[in-house]
């Protein structure tokens, strides 16, 4: 692949989108890199997945304006349908994900940040939906997700209708991310969350996601009913006896297995 790299180590995959000549924008050849790529994770090895960018400067600067400058209205659609695709499966994807953000996440690479489960910052990163100074909406999922993410409608319109950057200091401020790093703790601070999260019984935690991302578009009575039911599934896991049993034996080591 030329713009994205992959690798697993220790039940931790680390994608990279990594285009530094155009700041890591998510050309049609990169988003078909990063469908495949999404694809291709084997989910038996890889419990957690961290997305970051390339270089020191950029997560993603967006979808590539020269790429979507003389589009028609059919093609603007099938573009939008390939990112927003890709982004769903990500959204969708067993595993947690945490977006490692380091530098700009502006219109589709804001998008990109919000379809995963977490999202950590360094001190450099600039967040933003500029889309409408370009005479266009975002098109993949911000008008959607930023309200949903930060739980506010007023914000998430004022930065969608203003079209201006915030810093990561008012990212973690509304909520759009959990931790600011300087830029060299970043990597080490993600892939420390994520061995905490591998560590833990992988059944558990992709229920978790589930039960949440499921629970979160329903009522409350039918949300607990999801709950019940993930919380139910646990037992009949290896995992569950594996880790009740450590806590009984005051053992702290634990083998889960994802069985
Ligand atoms: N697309 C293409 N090239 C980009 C790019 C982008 N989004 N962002 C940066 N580049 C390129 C620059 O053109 C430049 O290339 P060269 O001139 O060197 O060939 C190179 O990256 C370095 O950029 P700068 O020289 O501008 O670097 P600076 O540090 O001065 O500025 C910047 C960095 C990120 C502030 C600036 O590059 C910038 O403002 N970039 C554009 C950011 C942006 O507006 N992003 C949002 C893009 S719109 C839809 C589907 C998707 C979307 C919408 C609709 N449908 C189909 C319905 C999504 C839209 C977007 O994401």
Redesign the pocket.
Known sequence: MEFIKYQVDNQVALLTIDRP???N??SAAVLEELNTAIDNIDLNDARVLIITGGGD??FV??????E?KD?NVEQ??A??KL?NDIFRKIETLPIPVIAAING?A????N?LAMSCDIRLCSENALFGQ??VG?G?????GGTQRLPRVIGSMSKAKELLYVGGNIKADEAYRIGLVSAVYPLEELMPQAMKMAQKIAANAPFAVRACKKAIDDGINTTIDEAIVIEEKAFGSCFATEDQVEGMSAFMEKRKEKNFQNK
């Not at 600067?61 to 020269?66: E, W």
């Not at 502006?106 to 690479?109: E, H, I, K, Q, V």
């Not at 266009?136 to 993949?140: L, M, Q, S, V």
Request: charged fraction near 20%; proline fraction near 6%; aromatic fraction near 6%.
């Open positions: 000549k155009a700041l924008a998510l400067k950029s600067a967006g979808a590539d304006i020269g979507m589009m603007a659609e573009h939008g990112g700009f502006l219109g589709g690479g998008e500029p889309e370009l266009i909406t975002p098109g993949f």
